[in-house]
């Protein structure tokens, strides 16, 4: 089946921690993104990339990071820089002009 | 500038009553639209789109969408709300390789 997974599906972290969320796509699409949900805010884009090897900063950026080393993979860290880090993250991928397909989430906890 | 904007935060309607949530866009071109519906700790799954094709579009579950240009809008409407609608609905638009969502709608229904 093709879709998009997102692993793992909770994830817990320390105070200081780097950690990274995992995305992959099977459904040969050439974008992929990466959103932050948190209560009554909607989604809020934190980073994409429309082709391999490049990605741009959505309106959220600061204290995350992402690469695009292949077509079905985008990984988010969130960094220590991350002041607030406790979120739904959602990542969605498109095959440009039309909508975005969105994986199952990940909610991440800082502790 | 493009927008969406979803003109009520929360909607509470009774089972098997009609539900309509409201979405109105600014472009400056006929655009895309899309409806989604996210269920708690879900991703958001589309519901359906209009792509300036039949203006009035189907979507899944009985909802059904009518785009009027004159009036900027696009809502979103089912003839009878089923207890497994209660979910948060969000508009979007295209915008420059992203999606424009806007605030989002919480819908409840109650028995």
């Known amino acids: 089946d093709g879709g998009i997974t997102q692993s793992p599906k909770y994830l817990f972290r320390k105070e200081g921690q780097n950690v990274t969320l995992s995305c992959e796509q099977n459904l040969n699409h050439d974008a992929m993104y990466w959103y932050r949900q948190d209560p009554g805010q909607g989604l809020r884009l934190i980073y994409y990339?429309?082709?391999?090897?490049?990605?741009q900063k959505g309106d959220i950026a600061e204290g995350y990071s992402v690469s695009r080393e292949k077509k079905e993979s985008f990984p988010l860290t969130v960094t220590s820089a991350q002041k607030n880090p406790t979120a739904f993250y959602l990542c969605a991928s498109t095959s440009g002009i039309h909508e975005q397909f969105f994986g199952p989430g990940t909610r991440l906890t800082v502790l | 500038a493009q927008s969406v904007t979803q003109l009520d935060s929360h909607v509470s309607v009774s089972e098997g009553t009609p539900v309509l949530l409201r979405c109105n866009y600014s472009s400056s071109y006929s655009p895309s639209l899309f409806w989604y519906v996210q269920h708690p700790n879900k991703g958001l799954q589309l519901l359906l789109k209009y792509t300036s094709a039949a203006t009035l579009v189907k979507g899944i579950n009985g909802f059904e969408a009518e785009f009027k240009k004159s009036e900027t809008s696009f809502h979103l409407t089912k003839p009878s709300a089923h207890m497994s609608d209660a979910a948060e609905y969000f508009c979007a638009l295209p915008r420059g390789g992203k999606l424009q969502f806007g605030a989002g709608t919480q819908v409840v229904v109650t028995p």
């Open positions: 990339s429309q082709i391999v090897n490049d990605f």
